[in-house]
């Protein structure tokens, strides 16, 4: 009967030491984003997706060249997002938003992370 605990035990950390790569490898920072390309803007948001597995939203403002672009924001998960208290509702299309975070690494995506957002008042949105 002890034996059986022992297997149970040993398969159990098995699997444990198995699945722990994939438990960290989830959402690697460097592998989409370029901690060296911050960058800093204010806008208006134009869409916000509140979606697993995050929720993104759209701003758009004027780009180094004069033309509007659309940056598009990551944001935490929706799950963590409301049990702090934000709703779908907290950032409305046609609000004019603070965008602080940092750039993607690929030069054509328009992609923004680690952001902090903060509206016209000053007050912190998401992050």
């Given at each position: 009967?002890?034996?059986?605990?022992?297997?149970?035990?040993?398969?159990?950390?098995?699997?444990?030491?198995?699945?722990?790569?994939?438990?960290?490898?989830?959402?690697?920072?460097?592998?989409?984003?370029?901690?060296?390309?911050?960058?800093?803007?204010?806008?208006?948001?134009k869409k916000v997706d509140w979606m697993n597995p995050h929720i993104y939203t759209q701003v758009e403002t004027k780009g180094p060249d004069g033309k509007m672009v659309v940056y598009r924001i990551e944001g935490s998960a929706p799950n963590a997002l409301y049990r702090n208290g934000w709703r779908p509702d907290s950032l409305k299309i046609g609000d004019s938003v603070h965008v602080k975070g940092i750039r993607a690494k690929s030069p054509t995506s328009m992609n923004i992370g680690q952001a902090q957002i903060t509206s016209a008042d000053g007050k912190p949105i998401f992050r």
């Open positions: 009967m002890r034996a059986n605990y022992v297997v149970v035990f040993l398969l159990g950390m098995g699997l444990l030491l198995v699945s722990s790569p994939a438990l960290v490898a989830h959402h690697s920072l460097t592998a989409e984003f370029d901690s060296s390309k911050p960058v800093e803007f204010d806008g208006v948001v």
